[in-house]
């Protein structure tokens, strides 16, 4: 069994105070294992994208604690957590969140320089599929196509860990097969850590393990002893 990349120990997260308090986060324990690909499945204020921002260090817990490889990052300055966030954890998101001034090969340039040992931008985009297309602007691209240079740009820091808010969100059927398929191979060829956030009970079924939340707790956990390929996902 792989180690623990990541643990958390009774999260919780009160935002506001008082009678306009609302509690998104009861409770949480769980770990993440390294070169594991997870899923979070819930509905919409189930409180997964509040747990992936504190897993992330975009946030932190009312209360608990955090441990990345054994540090706990709960104890983390604000720049020791920038510094969390630009080294070890790639971000992809619903929507790209990409510099329409910059082409695909510059977004993915303009990530790796947060790093000391990048991937190059080419190879990347190249592995994510797009070649034909690195010197396009944003607006030049389709969706898919976006969301595609958004894992490259991810990845060219070479993360432990990938953390994926709705990434197939904004994207039609076709088209989310295709990012989910991409995340699976990210998955196996370079042995990163992948978390995916979604409501779509269905992408469960590609997870080596599924954890399903309500209410701001987790209320299942299940192995995936036979994960299904992407392409075999049906919603």
Not at 128 to 134: A, V
Not at 193 to 202: E, K, L, M, Q, Y
Request: proline share 4%.
């Amino acid at each position: 069994m792989s180690e623990s990349i990541i643990k958390a120990e009774e999260l919780w997260k009160v935002y506001g105070r008082g009678e306009v308090s609302v509690t998104a986060l009861r409770n949480v324990s769980l770990e993440i294992r390294a070169g594991e690909l997870v899923v979070f499945v819930g509905p919409s204020g189930s409180g997964k994208s509040t747990l992936l921002n504190i897993l992330g260090g975009m946030d932190r817990p009312t209360s608990g604690r955090v441990f990345y490889k054994g540090m706990n990052l709960t104890g983390y300055t604000e720049a020791q957590l920038t510094q969390y966030r630009r080294r070890e954890v790639g971000f992809v998101f619903q929507f790209y969140n990409l510099m329409s001034a910059l082409t695909a090969r510059e977004n993915v340039e303009l990530a790796a320089e947060l790093v000391s040992d990048p991937l190059p931008a080419a190879e990347v985009l190249e592995r994510m599929g797009m070649k034909e297309r690195m010197d396009h602007f944003p607006s030049q691209l389709s969706g898919g196509e976006q969301q595609r240079v958004a894992i490259a740009r991810a990845l060219a820091k070479k993360p432990s860990l990938l953390l994926c808010d709705e990434p197939t969100g904004a994207l039609d059927y076709e088209t989310g097969i295709q990012i989910l398929s991409l995340l699976r191979e990210v998955n196996a060829v370079y042995g990163t850590t992948v978390v995916i956030i979604t409501h779509n009970s269905a992408v469960a079924d590609m997870a080596d393990r599924v954890f399903r939340m309500r209410s701001g707790q987790i209320v299942e956990v299940r192995e995936n002893p036979e994960p299904v390929p992407a392409e075999r996902i049906i919603w």
